[in-house]
């Protein structure tokens, strides 16, 4: 079964700053797909940025950024410039030959003004 | 600008009681999906759909029951609420093809308290 770990169960970055969110994984599909989404506080589950295991270039979309790193199986997220309105939860997102998606435990991402 | 659409937001529910979620999506999606959340934890799927008529159990199912008659509705049925199933509930929906990129948007959740 595959399994996704996010090791951090929180981070604090200063406003303006750039902040890394880790995510590995454990699979042997030979093709998947990983996936961020942000719950802020009012509970909505937001897609931010998706990554093929067979994409040839990170994905970015705005100020976010994945870190892919395919034989390391990890998957970070990286947010550039980190805003007030990104405090949130962040949680990393696994999709295989099951075309479902098994989630992390979450990293709650606090940003300091 | 729909998208997927759940009801109730808020129900408490006595144990024993019984009671459906409806869920409802206006995309076209052939996925849809029922998670459950638990404080401070990721998402746990319950059940999921690939399609009118075809339902499967996810990680979580024991409790639960869903059906799916239409391409757009697909409610989650609980029988004899208990206490465990305190918990904030998400549909969600995709469209799945042959790319692993099948995003899911999910429903603003249910959240439901069994006392």
């Known amino acids: 079964a595959q399994k996704i770990t996010q090791t951090q169960p929180g981070m604090f970055v200063q406003e303006k700053e750039a902040v890394t969110l880790d995510c590995t994984y454990d699979t042997s599909d030979p093709s998947y797909g990983l996936f961020w989404y942000k719950q802020p506080s009012s509970g909505e589950m937001i897609f931010l940025i998706y990554q093929g295991s067979y994409d040839q270039q990170n994905a970015t979309e705005g100020r976010y950024s994945l870190n892919f790193q395919k034989a390391r199986k990890s998957a970070n997220l990286v947010i550039s410039a980190s805003q007030l309105g990104d405090s949130a939860m962040y949680f990393c997102a696994y999709s295989g030959s099951a075309r479902q998606l098994t989630f992390g435990s979450g990293t709650q991402l606090t940003v300091l003004p | 600008n729909a998208g997927v659409t759940q009801t109730p937001k808020f129900r408490i529910l006595k144990i024993g009681q019984s009671m459906t979620l409806q869920c409802t999506q206006d995309m076209n999606h052939n996925y849809m999906y029922w998670y459950r959340q638990d404080p401070g934890m990721g998402l746990k799927l319950i059940y999921y759909?690939?399609?009118?008529?075809?339902?499967d159990k996810g990680e979580v199912p024991n409790g639960y029951n869903v059906s799916r008659s239409t391409t757009e509705d697909f409610p989650l049925r609980l029988e004899l609420a208990a206490p465990s199933q305190t918990s904030v509930y998400f549909c969600?929906?995709?469209?799945?093809?042959?790319?692993?990129?099948?995003?899911?948007?999910f429903g603003a959740g249910t959240r439901l308290s069994v006392l």
């Open positions: 969600a929906s995709s469209y799945v093809g042959i790319s692993t990129k099948n995003i899911q948007y």
């Open positions: 759909s690939v399609g009118a008529g075809i339902t």
